[in-house]
């Protein structure tokens, strides 16, 4: 009797210990107050670039960096007057109640150092002001006359680091520059850093140009030259300044581009009052007929993966954007929306398909998904045509016309960022290198 | 020239004199009974009639548990010596013949006191061992007794089941909820709650790129309104894909952007969602 007694009190005793511990256990789980925040400030991340230590040219470096970074319309270098501290040493952590006080997000600090063997050395430090701690810590090293470039590969790394996409101002842009009159007009191939810097002549202007693209490889340029005695497609080493023509063809050849590897090109041959698209074989100089279709299909651009061509035909009465198989089978048409569509472009990592698209009298650059889902329309004008991507997938650079002559510009796919490029003459057909080696 | 004579004020009349006297006498009680001096900044006292709600704070204290029915279980006896008066003015002794010979009553009102007889209770009675008690009550209803009656209400105290309660129990009711409510024991009041989420939108640089998530922020206020350990995004802000790693980092940033926090969120722990979806759609 006793023990059934004592055994009742022991069960009782863990049943309300066991509802005491079921009791607390979810007030101690729920106790945090929860908040939700799903409106944001997408503002230009203000950073605090003050200037390297070392020598002069230090302070051209760190002119590029914020240059580079503000032109991206995602950063906002801060006024160096209102800096706490003129010269942070680049191997001591800062104070960051101060960077905090004039509301820093990031502060770069570094150190330029002009080597033994001659080499220029920039050694880097990017900070989280208000978590106190480092993100990055990095040192380049060039030639001292290639300071540029290492200043551009000091903002890719800040870049990447803070938008968690891939810097592109390591890179350079190709572009048919635009001068004369509208009877006497003079179209050469230009090309130039990403920031406008160090442009020069590719071609002299004794014939038109038009619509150069480069190799993913970034060595070599196709485009096409019109000849009162027909077109012509040429591959240019850009390095090296060799020069080929593409096969001969009895119509008139157009748009060509690279395939990812750049073993080929593929483009648009008009014959016979038919437009189709032809694929050549770089290394052997053979032709494959893509399509058949009588209507005008052109503009041809490949996967990053090389599997698929996206194009633009008429075929069904109105230019829309189609995708193919590599060999020129599988044809869908993916765009389905008011206007005409044409100059499909995808995109280096393949999420996106940028366009030309004319609704009306405006015309709009937009980018869509290749299944041709989630349509964007990012600029508005008289005239936007021709996008190149940027490397990093993100911005765009195309060509406006407003009336006064065709000018380059910029968007990111966001839709937030729309600025004219750093060349002030008249351009069209951009086309944006991969980043420099 | 004058002429001589009485002036009339040169003589104490009797009513000059009367009057001396009352003043004298009225100076002389002013004196011996002085009235108090004034107590300067004394308040009229005041009648308080009614006292604001307060605010209840108490904390949630347990789990939920079950609650017996707050309501009294209804007496079957106790609808029969009143039934509900019919329309036509019934005789309250005897309704049942009443009922059942009341051919003249309009047709809706005559349902009523059908109701009201002891032949309806027997239909509510949930179990079906209870018609025999049942029909012994009808029978007794006749013979009212109040010691019948108490011994009725006790038998069904004690057969008939507790009834389910419709007042308020469990994670429902304020001491018994199962998540403290956030004007309650942490003395954040939802307002509050919605004043830091307008500051941390501000204070959050949102990253919209092309891939956007939603990162949860989990961090303690201490006393003096700074943070307490570091915020944590759970690891999202280690994560190898740079865009998650930064979204983590930009949403911890706004976090630290708003120490030193209000006094009012001190020593409490927050979890805050920043849906970069969402806001980037919108903004």
Redesign the interface.
């Known amino acids: 009797m006793i023990l059934r007694n004592l055994s009742r009190a022991i069960l009782a005793v863990l049943a309300v210990t066991a509802?005491c511990a079921?009791?607390l256990a979810?007030?101690s789980a729920?106790?945090?107050?929860?908040?939700?925040?799903?409106?944001?400030?997408?503002?230009p991340?203000p950073i605090a670039i003050p200037v390297f230590a070392g020598p002069a040219v230090a302070g051209d470096i760190q002119k590029v960096i914020a240059n580079d970074l503000q032109s991206s319309g995602l950063f906002k270098p801060l006024d160096p007057a209102t800096f706490p501290q003129v010269d942070p040493d680049a191997n001591v952590k800062p104070t960051f109640d101060g960077w905090k006080a004039i509301s820093a997000?990031g502060l770069l600090t570094g150190a330029v150092t002009n080597d033994a063997d001659g080499h220029l050395r920039v050694d880097f430090r990017l900070w989280?002001v208000?978590?106190g701690e480092q993100?990055l810590g990095l040192q380049f090293t060039s030639t001292p006359e290639n300071w540029r470039r290492i200043a551009h590969k000091v903002a890719d790394a800040v870049y990447?680091?803070?938008?968690?996409?891939q810097g592109y101002f390591d890179t350079r842009v190709v572009f048919v520059s635009v001068s004369g009159s509208p009877a006497h007009r003079v179209r050469r191939l230009e090309i130039m850093d990403q920031d406008g810097f160090n442009p020069s002549h590719l071609t002299d202007g004794g014939a038109e140009v038009f619509t150069p693209r480069y190799s993913s490889k970034g060595q070599e340029l196709t485009y096409m030259v019109l000849r009162p005695s027909g077109s012509t497609v040429y591959v240019l080493n850009i390095e090296t300044g060799r020069q080929e023509a593409l096969g001969h063809f009895p119509g008139m050849v157009f748009a060509p581009r690279f395939s990812p590897d750049g073993s080929h090109v593929v483009l648009s041959v008009a014959r016979d009052g038919n437009t189709d698209i032809y694929n050549i074989t770089l290394a052997s100089g053979a032709t494959r007929r893509l399509t058949t279709d009588p209507g005008i299909d052109t503009s041809p651009c490949y996967s990053p993966d090389g599997t698929q061509i996206a194009f633009n035909s008429d075929r069904a009465g109105n230019p829309e954007l189609y995708l193919m198989d590599a060999d020129g089978g599988n044809v869908r048409r993916i765009s389905f929306g008011e206007g005409r569509y044409t100059t499909p472009v995808w995109s280096p990592?393949g999420?996106?398909i940028a366009f030309t698209k004319q609704t009306g009298n405006v015309f709009h650059i937009g980018v869509m998904r290749p299944d041709g889902s989630g349509e964007r329309i990012l600029t508005s004008s008289y005239l936007d045509e021709g996008p190149s991507w940027a490397p990093n997938?993100?911005m765009i650079m195309f060509s406006r016309d407003t009336g006064y002559g065709p000018h380059l510009w910029m968007a990111d796919?966001?839709g937030?960022v729309l600025m004219a490029a750093p060349y002030n003459l008249g351009a069209t057909d951009p086309t944006w290198s991969p980043l420099l080696p | 020239m004058r002429t001589a004579g009485h002036r009339p004020g040169d003589r104490l009349t009797p009513a000059l004199a009367g009057a001396l006297a009352l003043h004298l006498g009225l100076l002389a009680i002013l004196l011996l009974h002085p009235s108090p001096p004034l107590a300067i900044g004394s308040a009229v006292p005041i009648t308080i009639v009614s006292h604001a709600p307060t605010t209840d704070s108490r904390r949630?204290i347990?789990?939920p548990e079950e609650h017996a029915a707050q309501t009294e279980t209804p007496v079957p006896q106790a609808k029969a010596p009143e039934p509900p008066p019919p329309p036509p003015p019934p005789q309250p002794r005897n309704p049942q013949p009443k009922a059942v010979a009341a051919p003249e009553p309009t047709p809706a009102p005559s349902k009523t006191p059908l109701k009201a007889t002891p032949t309806p209770k027997e239909e509510a009675k949930p179990t079906p061992a209870q018609p025999t008690p049942k029909s012994k009550t009808a029978q007794k209803s006749d013979n009212f007794s109040l010691d019948s009656l108490q011994a009725d209400v006790s038998r069904s105290l004690k057969r008939s089941p507790p009834r389910p309660s419709f007042a308020e129990r469990g994670p429902t009711r304020a001491e018994t909820a199962?998540?403290?409510r956030?004007d309650a024991g942490?003395g954040?009041s939802q307002s509050d709650?919605a004043g830091?989420?307008q500051l941390?939108?501000?204070?959050?640089?949102?990253?919209?790129?092309?891939?956007t998530v939603v990162v949860t922020v989990?961090f303690k206020v201490g006393d003096d309104g700074l943070l307490v350990g570091g915020?944590s995004a759970h690891g999202l802000e280690t994560s190898s894909?740079?865009?998650?790693?930064?979204?983590a980092?930009r949403a911890?940033?706004?976090v630290?952007?708003v120490a030193p926090y209000d006094p009012k969120f001190r020593n409490?722990?927050?979890?805050?969602?920043?849906?970069?979806q969402?806001?980037?759609a919108?903004?």
Not at chain 1, 34 to 42: E, P, T
Not at chain 1, 160 to 165: A, F, V, W, Y
Not at chain 2, 268 to 276: E, I, L, P, Q, Y
């Open positions: 509802a079921a009791a979810p007030m729920a106790a945090d107050i929860v908040v939700n925040v799903d409106q944001g400030a997408s503002q991340l997000q989280d208000y978590a993100l990447e680091k803070l938008t968690g996409q990592d999420k996106w997938s993100h796919i966001s937030r | 949630a347990q789990a199962t998540v403290a956030v942490s954040v709650v830091l989420s941390l939108q501000r204070l959050w640089n949102v990253n919209c790129g092309d891939e989990s915020v894909n740079p865009a998650i790693s930064v979204a980092r911890i940033d706004a630290h952007k409490n722990s927050f979890t805050v969602k920043f849906d970069a969402k806001a980037c919108t903004s």
